[in-house]
């Protein structure tokens, strides 16, 4: 049989007819039949070949899998929940995105040969820093949900695990009410809308709520610090860079995802999450963190930073079984903070918020109400047992928009947003936006 390097196996899958032979030897065998039989046991093995179509070249499988792509319908999505349409600037999705030297990459254990990518982690920690008003912030989580039930586990460990409630002082997107609660559960904590009290671990606060709301929590949150609880802000980074900072607000910890910075969609994921944390809180926090030193001859350098051993070989008393990050959409993230600059992001961000303003003002002006006054990117929209039908004339002309329940629609905008969705959008309900 020819040894054809020219197809996809050949080049990808295994050794060739020499490598075996030449393993083979060493093994003293004289086939891989009869390795398979020596090592697999009877009672698993199945003994017939596998019903499978005749083999394919590289180019015939990738036609085949474009011509099933091609059968998707590309829509737009206005669902919002957390995910949001973005463009990702060329530079970083040349350089960075499709560059195996940042996709490849693991864990920086090697200061020495990875100052590059520490540098961005680093800049994205500053960036996190400077959104939330927090003093601390990690080198990334997996997404929005983990984080949130990281901090809760923050704050289960700062009381020493005698405190086993959890308040939450408004609506969370409900995928991370469910992650929440998953986590909390093996850890006999009670995750809630109750009063807080001096069982109360941690309050957890939307800034906004998943209707897009931006309520006044301070009476909530003097509350919490009344009760020595921690105020744990969930909060959207790209409003951030126009509101003021949650540690401001008296946040003890924040977390949000940074997907909208600059990292696509992705069908759902993986997308990287902030965490920031007030100093007192610096040795509970999860997962990595890069910090700036000298080297011998006096120059910056970077490197891990209180890294826990633990994280690795003594789960028992790890400061959580996260040890890890989203590194290179963390580091997408920083690069689309740096390329825009602080003016553009607020730039973006007004952008963002005209179109749901407008939206909103017209929606209203045609008799309908919507959730709250005070929003920033995402308006919902009360229809009186119309939602399934609006969504599906929206699906229709190509956007999707979010179904809350039978009378209440929502409708996020983002950075790929132009007025062409805004005029469509509110004719759905019959509005006309102001100019």
Known sequence: ????????????????????????????????????????????????????????????????????????????????????????????????????AWYTAYTPYQAEISQGRLELLFNFQTLVTELTGLPVASASLLDEATAVAEAVGIAFRHHREKRSRVVLAGELHPQIVDVVKTRAEPLGIEVNGGEIDADTAAVIVPWPDTFGVFHDHSAVIAKAKAADALVIVVADPLALTLLEAPGNQGADIAVGAMQRFGVPMGYGGPHAAYLAVSDRLT???????????????????????????????????????????????????????????????????????????????????????????????????????????IAAEAELAGRLIRVIDDNRVGISFDQTSVEEDLQALSGLFGATPPS
């Open 1 to 100: 049989m020819t040894d054809n390097r020219a197809e996809f196996a050949g080049r990808h899958i295994g050794p060739g007819p020499a490598d075996t032979r030449a393993m083979l030897a060493a093994l003293g065998l004289p086939s891989v039949e009869t390795l398979i039989t020596q090592t697999v046991p009877k009672s698993i093995r199945l003994n017939r070949p596998l019903h499978l179509p005749g083999p394919a070249t590289e180019a015939e499988a990738l036609a085949v899998l474009s011509e099933k792509m091609g059968r998707n319908h590309v829509l737009k999505s206005f669902i919002g929940q957390g995910y949001h349409g973005c463009r990702v600037p060329p530079v970083i999705q040349r350089n960075l995105f499709e560059n195996p």
């Open 283 to 389: 040795r509970l926090i999860p997962g990595r963190l890069v910090g700036q030193s000298t080297d011998t001859r006096g120059r910056p350098g970077y490197r891990l930073a209180l890294q826990t051993r633990e994280q690795h070989i003594r789960r028992d008393k790890a400061t959580s079984n996260i040890c890890t990050a989203q590194a290179l959409l963390a580091n997408m993230a920083a690069a689309f903070a740096i390329w825009h600059g602080p003016q553009g992001l607020q730039t973006l961000a007004r952008r963002v918020h005209a179109l749901a303003a407008r939206f909103s003002a017209g929606v209203t002006a045609a008799g309908f109400a919507i959730a709250g006054k005070e929003i920033f990117d995402t308006v919902t929209v009360t229809v009186e047992g119309q939602a399934k039908k």
